[in-house]
């Protein structure tokens, strides 16, 4: 989460531009698929080492990230500050 806020806040207006190429942020078909596909063996991991809650899905992750990006886009706050209360809430 650490490096995607880095990368977002270093360049403020790339959601913007992708919105606006491609109608959306959110990565869509084969893109996507395979996202949620690691993104879900992560959970899988952490669920295992017990680092997060038992009902935490990609789904969840995605919001997640949703949230950030706007935080950045459009400096509404902290976005480590968002990041870290975010986190907290997908822990046991």
């Not at 190429?21 to 996202?35: D, F, I, V, Y």
């Not at 809650?53 to 400096?75: E, F, K, Q």
Request: aromatic share 4%; glycine share 14%; net charge negative.
């Amino acid at each position: 989460m650490g490096y995607v806020g880095e990368v977002l806040a270093g360049d403020r207006g790339m959601s913007e531009v992708i919105e606006q190429a491609m109608g959306s942020t959110e990565p869509q078909g084969e893109p996507r698929a395979k996202l949620h596909a690691v993104v879900g063996e992560l959970i899988d991991a952490a669920r295992a080492g017990g680092t997060v809650r038992a009902d935490v899905t990609a789904a969840d992750v995605n919001m997640v990230v949703c949230g950030l990006a706007a935080v950045i886009r459009h400096s509404a706050g902290d976005w480590r500050r968002f990041a870290e209360i975010a986190l907290g809430g997908l822990r046991p």
